[in-house]
């Protein structure tokens, strides 16, 4: 068995989007690294550039695509730029753009409670759409929503997130049933907490955090790693519809 060819991406275009920074960056960064043809896609343009231009100056193939993610007509041109750039269909969305606060249930506000699912749920849905519209016409590809272990059970004072993700999930799952005939696999991937600029909001509750996870650690994107090239890749191809956790056992733990 060629294990290298069964992991790998070599000849694959992969857009990422929140490729601007934390897990959407890095694993940008290993996507390259395992062959594929990269396009980073974010609001940052600063950010992008330099991570495009980081990843060329290593001999890698990638491209900076601008959206945000609440406006279609930005997902479409840069998904068009990706596909323009590399002359070659979009083969792995990795659909990773999201946003979080943390408040109690009562006081959150109407406008923060519309652009949280905006990003996070009604963003996804349109990213994946256009991804999928792609795919269909090819007859294949591979989708990987990034949701959370707050998709799974409840934490406090993130009800709009944890809801916004939970409901990834089952969005997850019904593009997996819908999209198997036309050759697209639909996964998700639930981190737990993750060491990146996401985290800092929640620094006051970080002792409190470890101390639930039964691994004792926070992760780190490269805890990442493993899960993203299987659902990648080859060697994911009998899987769809999964979310799997990826968070030192902290979905299991009640407390
Ligand atoms: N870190 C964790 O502990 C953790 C745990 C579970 C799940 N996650 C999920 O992992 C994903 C990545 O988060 P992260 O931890 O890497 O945090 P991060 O460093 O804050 O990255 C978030 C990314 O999303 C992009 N983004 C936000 N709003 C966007 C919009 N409207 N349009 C396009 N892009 C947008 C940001 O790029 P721009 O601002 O440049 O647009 C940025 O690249 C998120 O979906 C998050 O919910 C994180």
Redesign the pocket.
């Known amino acids: 068995m060629d294990i290298e060819a069964l992991f790998g991406l070599s000849g694959k275009v992969v857009l990422v989007?929140?490729?601007?920074?934390?897990?959407?960056?890095h694993i940008a960064n290993v996507y390259a690294q395992a062959g594929a043809k990269v396009a980073l896609?974010?609001?940052?343009r600063d950010?992008?550039e330099r991570a495009v231009a980081e990843l060329g100056q290593h001999g890698y193939s990638a491209v900076g695509v601008y959206?945000?993610?609440?406006d279609s007509a930005s997902i479409a041109s840069a998904f068009q730029a990706a596909e323009s750039h590399f002359g070659a269909g979009i083969d792995v969305l990795y659909n990773?753009?999201?946003?979080?606060y943390q408040k109690p249930f009562l006081e959150q506000e109407e406008t923060e409670i519309a652009r949280l699912f905006?990003?996070?749920l009604k963003?996804?849905m349109l990213v994946a759409q256009e991804a999928a519209r792609r795919m269909a016409m090819r007859g294949s590809g591979a989708i990987i929503n990034?949701?959370?272990?707050?998709g799974l059970r409840a934490g406090g004072m993130l009800s709009s997130?944890g809801a916004s993700?939970a409901a990834l999930i089952q969005l997850t799952r019904v593009m997996a049933l819908e999209l198997a005939s036309k050759g697209i696999r639909v996964n998700a991937i639930?981190?737990?907490?993750?060491?990146?600029?996401?985290?800092e909001s929640?620094k006051a509750f970080e002792q409190a955090l470890i101390r639930r996870t039964p691994m004792k650690r926070?992760?780190k994107?490269e805890d990442l790693d493993g899960v993203s090239l299987l659902l990648a890749s080859d060697a994911g191809r009998y899987m769809t519809g999964a979310a799997i956790p990826v968070d030192g056992g902290q979905a299991l733990a009640w407390m």
């Open positions: 989007t929140g490729a601007s920074s934390g897990i959407g960056l896609a974010a609001r940052r950010r992008i959206l945000d993610v609440t990773n753009s999201g946003m979080i905006d990003t996070n963003g996804a990034i949701a959370s272990t707050a997130y993700k639930c981190p737990g907490n993750i060491e990146t600029d996401m985290q929640l926070f992760g994107a």
